[in-house]
């Protein structure tokens, strides 16, 4: 019995990535009218609440601009679940502390996140990974990459809520 052939898609970078398939709009916008949904942590990224078949998911992702102005999410960067960023944003503390100790800090076992610095600039990188039958574990490609300033602002917008027009977030 033969396989399908698998769909080839021309550019696959070409692809645009969408957060609202309801409406099948792209998410796309201008820098001067951001989403409210849309949280910006400083340069091109972004944390985003999306909300598909009623199930909430946290974006970090950085844009690009195009032509016309307008801010593209692009593949880079990481998505998790409500309880992941919750875990996250409580845990600013321990985080920074094990930072401050050279080590690495995972969370609920799915997201790892380390501090590097790069040409005298420091940077949080926050990567994805599952565990396999044999326990060994699978990291995911796209990581998300935020300035140290970006990630303290993501110690200001640590709550989320639903607003009858979508998600957005909250500070404190």
């Known amino acids: 019995m033969k396989r399908a052939t698998p769909l080839i898609f021309s550019n696959p970078r070409a692809k645009r990535v969408c957060f609202d398939k309801d409406n099948g709009k792209v998410s796309s916008f201008k820098p001067d009218a951001v989403p409210e949904n849309h949280f910006h942590l400083g340069g091109h990224n972004y944390a985003v609440i999306s909300d ?24 880079d960067g990481i998505t998790v679940t409500p309880s992941v960023w919750l875990a996250l944003v409580r845990q600013f503390a321990a985080i920074d502390q094990a930072f401050d100790d050279g080590k690495v800090f995972v969370i609920k076992d799915c997201l790892m996140l380390s501090r590097t610095v790069i040409e005298n600039v420091t940077y949080i990188i926050c990567q ?17 990459m935020l300035k140290e300033t970006e990630w303290k602002v993501i110690a200001s917008c640590n709550e989320f809520e639903n607003k009858g027009s979508g998600w957005e977030f909250k500070r404190w």
Do not use: E, M, N
């Open 128 to 144: 994805r990974y599952f565990q396999r039958k044999d326990f060994s574990r699978k990291f995911l490609t796209p990581v998300s």
């Open 52 to 75: 598909f078949a009623d199930v909430a998911r946290i974006h970090l992702r950085r844009y690009k601009l195009d032509a016309t102005g307008s801010l593209l999410p692009t593949k």
